[in-house]
């Protein structure tokens, strides 16, 4: 299970990476450096300052915004697709119960 982490603390990281990434070879290495010294992954706060560059326009990508509004409508149809499931069961139930082949 993923440890929460203080937006605050992300923001800071981001931040940092963008602020000092003309200082290193390339966005990786600062965020390498950026994790080091807060003591998070390196791999998470590279992934924190791609997200944010999304967010921002910068770069071509779905939005924050765009990945929860479609993880929503995800689970909506998983739940339409499930009540159809059931009202289908319970259609062939209830038309055997009146056919009167049946009785």
């Known amino acids: 299970m993923p440890k929460k982490i203080n937006p605050e603390v992300k923001a800071r990281a981001v931040r940092m990476v963008q602020e000092h990434q003309?200082?290193?070879?390339?966005?990786?290495?600062?965020?390498?450096?950026?994790?080091?010294?807060?003591?998070?992954?390196?791999?998470?706060?590279?992934?924190?300052?791609?997200?944010?560059?999304?967010?921002?326009?910068?770069?071509?990508?779905?939005?924050?915004?765009?990945?929860?509004?479609?993880?929503?409508?995800k689970a909506k149809v998983r739940r339409l697709e499930e009540d159809n499931a059931i009202l289908r069961s319970a259609t062939v139930f209830f038309a055997g119960e009146l056919d009167p082949r049946n009785r």
């Open 22 to 73: 003309q200082d290193y070879p390339s966005a990786t290495a600062a965020a390498r450096a950026v994790a080091k010294q807060l003591g998070l992954g390196r791999e998470t706060v590279r992934r924190w300052v791609v997200d944010a560059e999304v967010d921002a326009g910068d770069r071509p990508g779905v939005t924050s915004t765009e990945l929860a509004e479609i993880k929503a409508l």
